[in-house]
Every structure is written in structure tokens, then in C-alpha cells.
């Protein structure tokens, strides 16, 4: 499919699945070489599942999820079945983050230590329970085919802000994790502020998480790379709208060849009508 | 001047600006009553000024500048000034967080206590660096009267994208700042973990910090919030523009009541050909 930009917006999802793939191995190299290995006893064995867990779904399928609309080999795909992806990513990404919990509390109680009082314990939780909320709203109106338009439509830029808050705050969230875990876990001799190797590794794993949600922070912003409206949505006709409208509408799905003198006055038309434009079935994210 | 949902916007400042302040007092609070207060001895009253300057200048000054376009009161005001005011109040919060950075530098020196070895230290000055960049960019590109349109119309999403990120960050970076205080503050008898009043009201601050970003990213991120466009701007003339065109951006500055029919299709239009669009002088700051 004609996409703008189709190589820098290749570069940039190569690069997203390159660190995102990479914070997943160094949070794996960090529990299995630097700390004690995985396991489901009680012991820090259990408790490593939880870092494991919540970069591998919490961040890295969370943020594939965030994007996945934008990939312009899906447009050919339902509408349906990209929406049944992006519910399926953020559910995966659900349980995933439930067990890293299971395994904290698990862990915590094992060895009499104290639940929920640090403010990685309360961000967290407060980031799982939205998110939770998150996806229930997001299946009953979006997925489900009863919601009526107007709510679709007014929910819609809820949606997409609160999604990009929630990851913005779980990546917060692992950081303070990361730096909670280097304090307790390294001691005298190698205590976190003489640079043991354990420190500079972990550390540089929080830099990745970092950079990979500012990379999926850009692919999700441009305006240019969102899913095309569907070719067959009757909101789509120019109700009483104009040959500019239509044309303009239709150069844009062609090839985007548009000369520029009219952009700027449909740019700004567009942003001063947005609150009052009933998006598509709900379906077209907008910033 | 007229704005669309204006009370709605009203409510979103005066909260945002109420929990903005809030976070200052608590944290003046933490290190006035729980700490040891404020002074420049290289001491820990050194250290106070770390959170203090940092939370009033990069976390809360940071956040108004970024809204500080929005202001509908200020949309007669002169787009030299309102830049001004956006440069000056970064500035600001550069100057602070510096003075931020020479305030925890000189009390780890003093105390034998080594530099640069945590995460926060890490992502924190990485975002201190960025924030100079950006300030120094943009006074350069945007400010000052000699860069091209098209490098300012280039650089526009750039630095809108970059602010947000940056802002972000900083806040990312305060939370594990609190966390690593309270860690290292807190020991025995009342350890962090035992939920002593200090840790519930550093936890609280870091509450109030997040909410004032969420706050601050909605403001900025809805596109009928946006400052109109100068109407003496010669790209704003139709060149070769059609009606529809026209009189959807007059009627678009003069109380939004378009009709929905053709909103969604100037949207799309807008979308697709952002890119291309040549910004008005830079000044259109585009998610």
C-alpha cells in the first residue's frame, strides 16, 4: 500500500522491535546471569518473573499493540481483524502483567515483606487497574458491535490518550522498578554506586525501554501514517460536502498528491471541527 | 475568544495548575518537615534544593510553558510574544534544573558520595541535555527571524514530538528520584516498607507529579485547543484554494458551526497532507 514516508517509517518499526526486542533479552540476561534464575517457589526465583513478565507484555506487546493500525500491510485487513489484534495483544499483555503481580505478592508474602507501600507499588497498580479498565471499555464499545456511533466517536480520543498515558506510565513505572531492584538487590561489596557490572547493565536497560517508547510515541503521533478511512463507510460520502472535499479525500487515498496551498486551510478546518466530527464507526484514532 | 469546550478547558487548567502548585508545597514540605530544610553547605540542606528546584522548575514551569500557547486569553497577543514567553519560561526551568544539578553534585562530592552511577542520574541528565538542545534549537529556528520556512515547518513536529518526550522523561526521572530518596532516606526504625508518614506523602507527591502530566498532555494534545492561525498570514490566503476551503476556515475562526458531513473528510484531507503542509512561519505546532 502508498504510505508517505514508508522507508523512515520502516526504519523507525525495525528500530522499535529491535530494542524492544533487546530490553526483553537484557531484562532475561539480567535475572538468569546477574541474579538468581527463574522459578515458581516463593524465592527470588519467583520474584524475577515479574521484571521478565512485565517488559515482555507490559511494554514491548503493549507498544506493538499502540502501533498496530499503523502497519500499512495490515490495511488490506478487516477492520474487525486489526481491532481483534490490537484487543488480543493488549489482553496477552494483560495476563502477562497479572502473573508478574501474582509473582511479587507471592514473593512478598514468602518472605514477610511488605506489599504496596513503595511508589513504584502504587503507580503500577494504578497503571494495571486502568489498563484493565482500559481494555474492558475498549472490547464493549470498539469490538463489540452494539455501541452506538456518537459514543464510539466521543470515547475514541479517550481512548487513544489514556492508552498512550497508561504506557507512558509503565515505563515510568519499570524504571522505578529497575532502580528499586539495584538499590535492594546489590549490596556491599558491589554496591550499586561502584559501578558493578549488574548496575551499568541494568541501567542501560532502562536507557532501551526509554528509547523504545519514544519510538513508539513518534510512529503512533504522525497524522500521515494512520490506517486509511475504509473505502465503504457511508460516513465517508460527502453529505452535502464539496467537490474539494471529495477530491481532496480521494487524492489523499491515492497517492497524496495534493498541492500544498489547500492544506493549510484543511489542516486548520480539520483541527477546529475535530470535537464535532463523528469518527468513522469510532474507529480512526486521533491526537 | 471564542473556543470550543472552553469551560472544559478552564476546569482541565485551573486542575492542572492547582495540582502543578500542590506538588511544589509537597515537596517543600518533605524536605522542610521531613528533611533536614534548605541551605548551600554541601550538606543534605544542599541536597533539599535538588527536588525543590527541579520539581517547581522542570516539572511545573516545564508544563505551563508547554500549554502556555493554548491559553485562549493570550490568542490576542502577538505570536513574537507568546514565543517569547514559551522560550523565557524553558529557559527558566534550564536555569533551575542546573542550579538543580550543582546543588546534588556539590553534596555528593562533599560527602564522598559518587556521581553518575544511578539510572535516574542517568536518564535524567540525558534529559537535561536534550531540554538545552531543544531551548537552544528553538530560540535559533523559531525566535529568532532568519530560518526558512520550510526548515521551521520541518522542525515543527520535531519539537512538539521532542518537548513531549522530553517532558515525560522528566517526569519518569522525578519518580525515580522520590523512589531513590525514600530508599536511601528511610531507614531503620522507620524503613520505607513500614509505611512511615514520609513515605506515604513522597508517594502522594509522585501521585500529584503524574496526574499534572496527564493533565498538561491533554491540554496540549486536542487539536480545538490550539491557538487559530495569524489571519494576516499570506499562507493562509487560498492560493488556488477553493470556497469550501474558505469559508470552512473563516467559519472555522468565527464559532465552529460547520456541519459534521464534511469534518471528516477536510480531517482526512488534513491528515494525509500534513506532512506537505508548509507551517505557517513554524508556528503550528502539529501532533
Chains 1, 2 share one sequence.
Request: aromatic share 12%; proline share 5%.
Amino acid at each position: 500500500m502508498a504510505m508517505e514516508g514508508y522507508w523512515l517509517f520502516l526504519t523507525l518499526l525495525v528500530s522499535a522491535l529491535l530494542v524492544g526486542f533487546l530490553s526483553v533479552i537484557f531484562t532475561l540476561v539480567w535475572v538468569l546471569h546477574y541474579r538468581e534464575g527463574l522459578g515458581w517457589d516463593g524465592t527470588e526465583l519467583e520474584f524475577n518473573w515479574h521484571p521478565v513478565l512485565l517488559v515482555t507484555g507490559f511494554v514491548f506487546i503493549q507498544g506493538i499493540a499502540i502501533i498496530v493500525y499503523r502497519l500499512p500491510w495490515t490495511w488490506k485487513c478487516s477492520k474487525l481483524l486489526m481491532k481483534s489484534i490490537h484487543a488480543g495483544l493488549n489482553a496477552v499483555a494483560a495476563i502477562l502483567a497479572i502473573i508478574a503481580l501474582v509473582a511479587v505478592f507471592d514473593n512478598h508474602n514468602v518472605n514477610g515483606i511488605p506489599n504496596m507501600y513503595s511508589l513504584h507499588s502504587w503507580v503500577g497498580l494504578i497503571a494495571v487497574i486502568c489498563y484493565l479498565l482500559q481494555l474492558l471499555s475498549g472490547f464493549v464499545v470498539f469490538l463489540l458491535p452494539w455501541a452506538p456511533l456518537s459514543l464510539r466517536a466521543f470515547l475514541m480520543p479517550i481512548h487513544v490518550y489514556s492508552g498512550l498515558v497508561i504506557f507512558g506510565t509503565v515505563i515510568a513505572t519499570v524504571l522505578m522498578g529497575v532502580t528499586e531492584k539495584l538499590i535492594f538487590g546489590l549490596r556491599a561489596p558491589a554496591s550499586y554506586s561502584t559501578f558493578p557490572p549488574e548496575g551499568v547493565f541494568a541501567n542501560s536497560l532502562g536507557l532501551l525501554i526509554l528509547v523504545f517508547g519514544a519510538l513508539i510515541f513518534w510512529i503512533v503521533t504522525r497524522p500521515q501514517w494512520k490506517r486509511p478511512k475504509e473505502p465503504n463507510s457511508t460516513l465517508l460520502q460527502p453529505n452535502g460536502g464539496t467537490a474539494e472535499g471529495a477530491r481532496g479525500s480521494m487524492a489523499a487515498n491515492s497517492g497524496y498528491n495534493m498541492d500544498k496551498s489547500d492544506s493549510e486551510l484543511n489542516n486548520e478546518v480539520a483541527a477546529r471541527k475535530r470535537n464535532f466530527a463523528l469518527d468513522e464507526a469510532g474507529q480512526r484514532s486521533t491526537m
